[in-house]
């Protein structure tokens, strides 16, 4: 079946600008995830989604961050006035359940780079 | 404040012999563990995982100790084969909680012919 899915798989923009990227889950997965990776780093988590409930936001490293997620679907995470370092590979993984054990799947992805 | 450290960020192993990442934490309320591996330009995939009431899990050639008291946790690849060369990533969560994964930085395993 289809895995999650992310676009757009790259995104270069200029330092200053907003950025949108998107995620779709795997259907019937009722929880979502945003990570990073910037080079050299493990994963690091942003935000989490679980149903209707309010988001987990913990993660977000600054409020030029945000993400919304339209009920059990698509997600989009928008970063404001881009920095340089917010250059990333920014992963969306889901997951069929939020509490409990975690395997999440993965997206492929995007690469964020800011010029 | 890294709660889940990978201290090698590089293996090489020669294809047949035995893989052994490595895999440390802080946290004393992480209580279940898992490993995914990461091919270049794709997400990351699960691959095994350890709850923390066990000390090893085993799945064909991959096998999970868990080391509570020392706070340490391994991921054994036996034999090891050319297509295990990934990035190795280990996790941890607390359940119960917003199960946000925490991960460690990677090792890169290379399996040599």
């Known amino acids: 079946g289809a895995g999650v899915s992310q676009s757009p798989s790259n995104k270069v923009t200029e330092k200053g600008k907003d950025v949108e990227l998107r995620c779709d889950p795997i259907s019937g997965h009722t929880a979502l995830y945003w990570y990073r990776q910037r080079l050299g780093q493990g994963l690091e988590f942003l935000i989490y989604?679980?149903?209707?409930?309010?988001?987990?936001k913990s993660g977000l490293p600054s409020d030029r961050f945000s993400a919304e997620r339209t009920g059990e679907s698509v997600s989009t995470l928008t970063i404001q006035r881009t920095q340089q370092e917010d250059s990333a590979v920014y992963l969306c993984?889901?997951?069929?359940?939020?509490?409990?054990?975690?395997?999440?799947?993965f997206g492929p992805g995007t690469r964020l780079t800011v010029t | 404040d890294q709660q889940v450290k990978q201290n090698s960020p590089s293996l090489s192993v020669q294809e047949g012999r035995i893989s052994i990442l490595n895999c440390d934490y802080t946290n004393s309320m992480f209580d279940y563990f898992l490993w995914y591996k990461k091919y270049p330009a794709e997400g990351p995939t699960f691959l095994i995982s350890i709850s923390s009431i066990k000390d090893k899990n085993e799945d064909g050639r991959f096998t999970v100790f868990l080391n509570k008291s020392a706070k340490h946790l391994s991921l054994h690849i036996v034999p090891s084969q050319p297509g295990d060369s990934a990035v190795y990533f280990c996790a941890a969560i607390t359940t119960g909680t917003a199960s946000k994964l925490t991960f460690g930085t990677g090792t890169r395993l290379q399996v040599t012919l």
């Open positions: 993984a889901s997951s069929y359940r939020g509490l409990g054990a975690g395997e999440q799947y």
């Open positions: 989604f679980q149903g209707n409930s309010a988001p987990d």
